[in-house]
């Protein structure tokens, strides 16, 4: 498989990344744990070198998987990725508040460190910016951990553009993740072009519109009880059946390519740039294999074009998470 850079410090990777939330963690798809494994291995065979997690997911089952797999005799062949941010000793009902204490930042690690089954991590993201923090102090003690050899390169994850210049004057950013698809694609705006000023990598997560972007007609009352779908405001009723519009017009564009609308969506991120490197996700060897297909699929330049006007910004209905998940992103004043 083709790799990218993420960064100007030498993180080299594999040009689609695997996301290994869903095995874990806020999708209730039934994910079974042998066919979970059998598709991290897989991946590693395929040539995908990029898997995220973080201490959230699960909490902590997500680190431990890939802990279980990746780790050992195969920790050479991966790049992990994993992220600490919150404050897990509250009750998940009540929602986890942020914690980027410095203190707080070097004991999630040594313990992210354990159950990856690993003595370095080589991608350590913040998960979400947190207000109480200078982010000079977060990134100082990141980048101790740099020193100290426990960790290799840094990142940030839905940081603004000026969060993302203050962070980068303390310590090298080598790659920031945020939501970036052909139904969120507001990055574009600021974040992505300060990015490439400053030579950091954009790792896009939901890359497939969780799930919708693969041609997937489900609204939230018909996802599981426990799926946080079921709350997702683009997968509510009125939202829903606007947005299905948009979806004709992507598999339309797939139909003429002879490929899936989930290989189109990410073929068309592949396309925005050599410094991007999207993460999907997904439990199944089957959708695995269909996935890394998207790096053979070469879009007509009249249909990339077609795309970027049929999902333009503002024609996506709905916001990308509930009040309080929008809260925690770090925008612009």
């Not at 009880?225 to 797939?254: I, S």
Request: with cysteine.
């Amino acid at each position: 498989m083709e790799t990218r850079k993420l960064g100007r410090q030498g993180l080299e990777v594999s040009a689609l990344g695997l996301g290994c939330m869903g095995m874990s963690a806020f999708y209730k798809t039934g994910a079974d744990q042998a066919e979970c494994e059998a598709t991290l291995l897989e991946a590693v065979d395929a040539g995908v070198t990029l898997f995220d997690t973080a201490e959230v997911y699960g909490p902590f089952t997500n680190e431990e998987l890939l802990g279980r797999v990746l780790g050992g005799a195969r920790r050479d062949q991966a790049v992990l990725a994993t992220k600490f941010g919150f404050d897990l000793t509250q009750a998940p009902g009540g929602g986890w508040g942020l914690d980027s204490r410095p203190d707080h930042i070097r004991e999630v690690v040594e313990k992210s460190l354990q159950r990856l089954n690993t003595d370095r991590i080589d991608l350590l993201y913040q998960h979400r910016v947190d207000p109480q923090v200078p982010i000079e102090d977060v990134v100082g003690a990141m980048a101790e951990l740099v020193r100290a050899g426990k960790v290799r390169y840094l990142g940030l994850s839905e940081a603004s553009a000026t969060t993302l210049r203050r962070a980068h004057a303390v310590h090298p950013i080598s790659a920031l993740q945020s939501e970036y698809s052909l139904w969120e694609r507001g990055v574009e705006r600021t974040v992505l072009p300060a990015c490439r000023e400053l030579g950091i990598g954009l790792v896009p997560y939901s890359p497939l519109g969780r799930g919708f972007l693969t041609g997937q007609r489900t609204r939230a009352a018909d996802f599981p009880e426990g799926d946080y779908r079921r709350l997702h405001p683009r997968f509510q009723d009125g939202n829903f059946d606007a947005n299905l519009q948009l979806l004709e017009k992507l598999e339309g564009v797939a139909s003429r390519a002879r490929a899936t609308p989930g290989q189109v969506a990410l073929a068309w991120l592949l396309a925005q740039g050599p410094d991007i490197v999207p993460i999907f996700g997904t439990t199944r060897r089957a959708r695995l294999r269909e996935n890394l297909g998207a790096a053979q699929v070469q879009l007509a330049s009249c249909d990339q074009f077609l795309l970027d006007q049929v999902f333009a910004p503002g024609n996506v209905a709905g916001e990308r998470y509930l009040p309080a998940g929008m809260a925690t992103l770090d925008r612009e004043p």
